[in-house]
């Protein structure tokens, strides 16, 4: 009889009791501390974990364990267990994830806590219209793991991007990316160019686009939908 496929959170029950049937075995024979010490090598369970529930679905559960720990060191506590994650584009991707009740002005205060922001544009929450917003459950998006806005929409505007398909970062997910790059790296995005937030507009004027880039300190800015730059660059989203 053929036998039924694992699910993911099968193989990960697996695996766990393979681990603890190993450690186990180990103290049966006399074995102490330093006899599982090898178990601690990320080389050895990182092959096991892949064997058990591949490395695609491995790769994933760090990636949502990293948010995870990324939001618990801000205070917000959310679970990402039934988080669905669009398929990883070919080439160097960054994940983001984006958790419900997070505000603009939020992620800014928090951004303060390490680095001077400045923003021009005033009662910004009350401005500001975003296509992807986290009301009630979280949502993950790809975008491309550069640390300046993508070259290959150099010279081209929002209304460029909007006629080509091209779907833009928003403002919410540019903040957390640049609070996240900065704790990993402590460096900052988009030092040379400036990143477009096609994904938020700034209505006040007619149909404006929300920009943020490093200048000595993070600034948002904005800019008209039909201006064309070389230096402002929309990063694209996979979703």
């Given amino acids: 009889m053929a036998s039924k496929k694992s699910t993911a959170g ?5 695996f766990t009791d393979f681990v603890q049937g190993v450690r ?4 049966k024979v006399g074995g102490n501390d330093a006899h599982l010490e090898g178990l601690r090598d990320p080389a050895l369970w990182s092959f096991v974990a892949c064997s058990f529930v591949g490395q695609s679905e491995y790769i994933y559960r760090l990636l949502i364990n990293e948010w995870e720990s990324f939001y618990r060191a801000l205070g917000i ?18 994940l983001l994830v984006v958790a419900p009740g997070l505000t603009i002005e939020g992620v800014l205060t928090e951004c303060k806590k390490h680095f001077l922001t400045e923003c021009s544009i005033d009662n910004l929450e009350q401005v500001i219209e975003s296509t992807r917003v986290a009301l009630s ?12 806005a993508d070259p290959i929409h150099a010279n081209k505007s929002y209304d460029d991007c909007q006629k080509e398909g091209v779907v833009g970062i928003t403002l919410m997910e540019r903040l957390l990316y ?16 400036i990143t477009r937030c096609d994904g938020t507009l700034y209505r006040a004027q007619g149909v404006v686009v ?11 800015l904005w800019a008209v939908s039909s201006d064309a730059f070389q230096n402002v660059r929309v990063r694209e989203v996979v979703r």
């Fill in 77 to 94: 506590h959310v679970n990402l267990s039934t988080l669905r994650i669009p398929p990883r584009p070919d080439g160097a991707y960054r």
């Fill in 137 to 148: 459950a979280p949502y993950a998006i790809w975008v491309r793991d550069t640390q300046e």
């Fill in 10 to 14: 099968e193989a990960l029950g697996l």
């Fill in 178 to 193: 640049e609070l996240k790059y900065f704790l990993e790296t402590g460096l900052h995005l988009d030092i040379q160019n």
């Fill in 210 to 220: 929300t920009t943020v880039c490093w200048d000595d300190k993070l600034r948002l």
């Fill in 24 to 27: 186990g075995e180990i103290k």
